[in-house]
Each structure stands twice: as structure tokens, then as C-alpha cells.
């Protein structure tokens, strides 16, 4: 499933950066297209922090979570702020915003890391019964 998931993402993200790319040949940056490639760039910026916050940073899970979210938040209030997404006035729309988005993270995470806890399991069983 995780494959598959991952697989999905992937396509996903490509067909849309090939369409895009058509479009941006045939008619130049609309708004919409402008808005999407703005999100993959957010999205590039956040996987990075998020690649050597996990390879510099040893936290327990909640405190990790707790410091990514701010971190992540900040990220994108910065970034918002450079594009145009944020005003002042509207800034707290990014911790909503990246909430929703840590949230679904979560429980994608917590639901693949169960299915790969019970697949390794079932591996050490499949072993310790061959050895007997």
C-alpha cells in the first residue's frame, strides 16, 4: 500500500508538472499554474527541513511532531509572506493551514508504519517457526 501510495504521488506530481508545462509553453504562467508551482516549490522547502530536521534532530514522536508543526508553520508564514498568500492581517491562516496538513500526515504515517509493524512481525514469526 505504501508503494502504491507513493507511486501515486509521484505520477500525480509529474503528469501535473508535464500539463503545466504545456500550458506554460502554449499561453505563459496563468494564475492557477502559477499557484500550483508555487506549492511544489513549498513543498520541496518543507521536505528538505523535514529530510535534516529527521537526520540532525533525535526527539521523542509528540515532541518532534510539536516542533516540526512550529517550524513547518514558520516555513510556510515566510514563504507565504514572499508570494503574496499571507497579509498581516491573515497570518494565522498558516497554522491552520498546516495543521489540516500534519494532521492527514499523521494518520497516513501512524496507518503505514502499523501495516509495516504487522509485516515485520509476521516475518519474525515466519522465521522463529522455521527454526523450530
Known amino acids: 500500500m505504501k508503494k502504491i501510495l507513493k507511486d501515486t504521488c509521484i505520477l500525480a506530481a509529474l503528469m501535473i508538472l ?22 511544489f516549490g513549498l513543498a520541496f522547502i518543507i521536505a528538505v527541513a523535514n529530510f535534516l530536521f529527521d537526520e540532525f534532530v533525535n526527539l521523542s514522536i509528540v515532541v518532534s511532531y510539536i516542533i516540526k508543526y512550529f517550524a513547518i508553520t514558520g516555513i510556510v508564514m515566510l514563504y507565504g509572506f514572499i508570494v503574496g498568500w499571507f497579509y498581516p492581517s491573515n497570518f ?16 497516513i504515517d501512524s496507518f503505514i508504519v502499523k501495516k509495516d509493524i504487522k509485516y515485520i512481525n509476521s516475518k519474525i514469526a515466519d522465521r522463529s517457526n522455521e527454526a523450530k
Do not use: P, R
Open 18 to 39: 508535464s500539463v503545466f508545462s504545456i500550458s506554460i509553453i502554449w499561453s505563459g504562467i496563468t494564475d492557477e499554474i502559477g499557484l500550483v508551482l508555487k506549492l
Open 92 to 107: 494565522w491562516m498558516a497554522f491552520i493551514y498546516v495543521g489540516v496538513v500534519l494532521v492527514l500526515a499523521y494518520f
